[in-house]
């Protein structure tokens, strides 16, 4: 675990399908169980990949490659294929394999061309996700934000809320249960709290969970939970109540949240998911200035 951690944290804007928590998370939940893999050249790490594969009757492996692989360094476009070709290779379909493969390749034309090289075709279109440069320093990050979110955040400060940290316990229940029925209510896909449990659970120190809570007097109003993995951390999950959508504490939470992840040496935020069908949390998102990237999808 560690030698993975430290092969992780080596990748700028590294995301957190592919850190060891997220594969132990799902193997605690579901038949999936992680397998992890250092590509060398020369006896030299390359790039790293950790899939999640499932053996069920007659030997045959459904297996799927989230976010990854990961590159330690500069490689050129035929090296670029051989890794992923690599991986492909690991799971062939004439031997009862089903690979799922979504590389952490910006879609266009070149990542197009590396996945069908395999014999792969697109099931699924691209991901869209948006990072954060931490490493700007706070007076660029505000700089940066959309004038209406600046605005915004200027009048939640005005607040006077209560910012309260925890890393696991009752204000991580509090967030979950809420954020669970908030998820079903307006029926939006995405992970549920029993996911984001079981990562809080199997991050590997206690700093690698934050958990910010934003209070009037003895009443919590938000709360938003990140995860460190590495020089890099994920905007995982968050709920705002009426009170505290009114307060604007999203926007106080999501900012305090980037602070003290820079202070803690956090270089890149990930926001997650940006997409049309949920206009309200990208239009949050990305006025925080953060530019939106589109992955190539899942091939399989």
């Not at 030698?3 to 193997?27: C, F, K, N, T």
């Not at 990961?70 to 035929?78: C, G, I, Q, S, Y």
């Not at 931490?134 to 004038?147: I, M, P, S």
């Not at 029925?181 to 809080?200: D, I, K, N, Q, V």
Request: aromatic share 8%; charged share 25%; proline share 4%.
């Amino acid at each position: 675990m560690r030698r993975w951690m430290d092969l992780h944290s080596a990748v700028p804007m590294a995301p957190l399908e592919q850190a060891w928590m997220y594969g132990d998370a799902i193997a605690a939940g579901s038949p999936y169980r992680p397998t992890r893999g250092v590509v060398t050249r020369d006896g030299k790490p390359v790039a790293i990949v950790q899939a999640l594969e499932w053996s069920f009757v007659r030997a045959a492996r459904l297996a799927k490659v989230v976010r990854g692989p990961l590159f330690l360094k500069d490689v050129t476009e035929e090296e670029c294929v051989a890794v992923h070709r690599l991986i492909a290779d690991r799971w062939p379909m004439p031997r009862l394999n089903w690979l799922f493969f979504t590389p952490e390749m910006i879609d266009g034309d070149f990542s197009r061309s590396v996945m069908r090289s395999l014999n792969l075709k697109q099931t699924v279109t691209g991901y869209s996700t948006a990072w954060i440069d931490l490493t700007v320093g706070a007076d660029r990050l505000r700089a940066g934000l959309n004038q209406k979110w600046r605005n915004q955040l200027l009048a939640a400060e005005g607040e006077k809320l209560r910012i309260r940290d925890a890393h696991s316990g009752q204000a991580l229940n509090w967030l979950l249960a809420r954020y669970d029925a908030e998820r079903r209510r307006r029926r939006f896909r995405a992970a549920s709290g029993a996911f984001a449990a079981a990562l809080a659970i199997c991050a590997p120190r206690p700093r690698d969970v934050l958990l910010l809570q934003a209070e009037r007097g003895s009443e919590p109003l938000a709360g938003v939970l990140f995860l460190r993995h590495g020089f890099s951390a994920t905007y995982q999950v968050a709920y705002t109540s009426e009170a505290g959508r009114a307060a604007n504490a999203n926007r106080l939470l999501l900012w305090e949240g980037m602070r003290r992840l820079a202070a803690d040496g956090v270089r890149w935020l990930d926001l997650g998911g940006v997409d049309a069908a949920m206009e309200g949390v990208s239009r949050f998102k990305l006025g925080t200035g953060a530019a939106p990237v589109t992955l190539a999808g899942t091939w399989m």
